[in-house]
């Protein structure tokens, strides 16, 4: 019979017979798609440093589509303000990493795709021209880059004609980029999914005014212009759009949009508030998310079939002595062609409807609102008191009637004893057909208030209701 110390003695001798776990390299067994997936995840320089550890691993660097720049060095608004002296150590340092850049694509398999390539960087114009050209000869299909010249530059040709990018995204810190002639940039970009340029320079090309419409860019899902200097008229019209995003486009005129698979929109800081000829049209009715922030009103607004509308977020950018009859029209205009959203936020402290007799007479601007914000169905509103007001009268009664139609919740902050915030909450109770809830949160908080407002709170409790599910709560 075999003693307990003998089959210790046995079971020790297997082991030390079997291969160890830890001598195995399951890793370099993975197939090259996971580990370039894996690659994904880790800084380039990283990355880079595996290349030493065998043949295979240097192979698969060389091969690694993906690749990111991006975390070897940063390009940012900070650099280009600082002071002269540290500038050149970061532009020194920057355009290191601009060189990295060079070496690395230099070293890729001649048979190897780029599928992402992101890099910023301070450098030349030829040398800018040598990378992304170096990407659109290994059939990149993202293409992201941001830099700062010492002199403006012009749009990199190569990329137009490229039949593999599907996105581009070009940003110049300092100081622009213009672009090729409208013919040139319609005739490329066939597979172009995803379009964003920052900064370009628009002087003096009034063609690119139809460089959106429905002859180009025929697969564009996404575009994005931010800063677009001397950008005054633009017309988009691109078949496939779903997200356009307009930024900083100050000296914006004219804006038409006429998109019929556009999904979301987002307009901020755009349009010249000192231009006498403004004009906004929308058409588009599958728009269902749409963003209008910190823009000057326009002289004439056009906003049809937006009949999709589910989330819409409002604000104005409206100078004191620009109070005229046409810009309140305009809004009065604008409110009607998005009144079928499900939900509306008004951010902009300068619009308030005018009632009298428990009915809407118009909209009045002013550098102060009663209409705050209207956020998932709930209108809020503030307690500041409205100045400059510019009535419209009865002709815009009809129009603004569909927020009543809508309106589920109120919340009126600041809420006082004064006449005009229990006018407001009496005009909302009687006209609000579908009203769920009011709340009023006042600020009446000394003890010596609690008298008053419980006065407050027997007078409107008394306030006949449109809505039989109106509950009011005061907070």
Same mark, same amino acid.
């Given at each position: 019979?075999?003693t ?14 079997r291969?160890r776990?830890?001598?195995e ?57 600082m002071?002269?002296t ?7 340092y920057v ?9 690395i ?11 992402v ?6 450098l030349?114009?030829?040398r800018?021209?040598?990378?992304i ?23 990199p ?6 039949a ?10 300092h100081?622009?980029?213009?672009l ?7 005739a490329?970009?066939?597979s ?31 575009l ?17 759009l ?6 900083n ?26 231009s006498i000829?403004?004009?906004l ?10 963003s209008?922030?910190y ?8 906003l049809?079939?937006?009949?999709s ?7 104005? =950018?409206?100078?004191?002595?620009? =109070? ?6 305009s ?16 951010e902009s402290?300068?619009?308030e409807i ?6 809407i007479t118009?909209?009045? =601007? ?6 705050k914000?209207l ?18 009268g ?22 006082t ?33 609690s ?10 409790m008394?306030?006949?209701r449109?809505s ?8």
């Open positions: 019979m075999e307990r110390s003998a089959k210790r003695k046995k079971l020790l001798n297997a082991a030390k017979e291969p776990a830890d001598t390299d399951r890793i370099s067994d993975l197939p090259d798609d996971i580990l370039h997936h894996v690659f994904f995840f880790l800084p380039i320089k990283s990355i880079a440093r595996t290349s030493v550890l065998s043949k295979r691993w240097k192979n698969l660097w060389y091969s690694f589509p993906d690749l990111d720049f991006t975390t070897v060095n940063t390009l940012s608004n900070d650099s280009i303000v002071s002269s540290v500038r050149k150590r970061a532009r020194s355009l290191k990493g601009a060189e990295f850049v060079d070496q694509l230099s070293l890729l398999e001649k048979h190897s795709d780029i599928r390539l992101r890099f910023r960087a301070f030349s114009f030829s800018l021209v040598g990378l050209r170096h990407a659109v000869k290994h059939n990149v299909q993202e293409l992201d880059v941001e830099v700062s010249t010492s002199d403006y530059f012009n749009f040709r190569s990329v137009i004609n490229s593999t990018l599907r996105a581009l995204r070009l940003k110049s810190w100081p622009g980029f213009r090729p002639p409208l013919e040139i940039m319609k490329g970009f066939r172009l999914s995803l379009l964003s340029l920052s900064r370009a320079i628009l002087h003096d090309q009034p063609t690119l005014v139809n460089l959106f419409t429905d002859s180009s860019f025929p697969l564009l899902k996404k994005h212009l931010d800063a677009c200097y001397g950008l005054k008229h633009l017309r988009v019209e691109c078949p496939a779903e997200d356009l995003n307009l930024e486009c100050f000296q914006l005129e004219h804006l038409e949009i006429n998109v019929q698979k556009l999904e979301r929109l987002k307009v901020s800081g755009c349009f010249d508030a000192y000829s403004t004009r049209m929308i058409e588009a009715p599958t728009l269902q998310i749409m209008w922030s823009n000057a009103i326009t002289e004439e607004c056009i049809q079939n937006l009949t509308l589910h989330e819409v977020v409002v604000g104005f =950018l409206l100078l004191q002595e620009d =109070l005229s009859s046409a810009k309140v029209q809004v009065s205009n604008f409110l009607t062609g998005i009144s079928c959203c499900h939900s509306l936020t008004l402290p300068c619009i005018l009632s009298k007799n428990n009915e118009g909209v009045s =601007l002013c550098p102060f609102n009663k209409l914000s956020d998932n169905g709930t209108r809020t509103y503030g307690n500041r008191q409205a100045q400059g007001k510019n009535d419209t009865e002709s815009q009664t009809q129009s603004l009637k569909p927020f009543l139609y809508h309106l589920k919740v109120v919340k009126i902050h600041g809420f004893e004064c006449a005009n915030d229990i006018s407001l909450v009496k005009f909302f109770l009687k006209n609000g057909k579908v009203l769920q809830e009011v709340f009023l949160c006042t600020s009446l908080s000394k003890p010596r208030d008298l008053l407002r419980e006065k407050i709170k027997s007078q409107i008394g306030f006949s449109a039989s599910n109106a509950n009011i709560v005061f907070q």
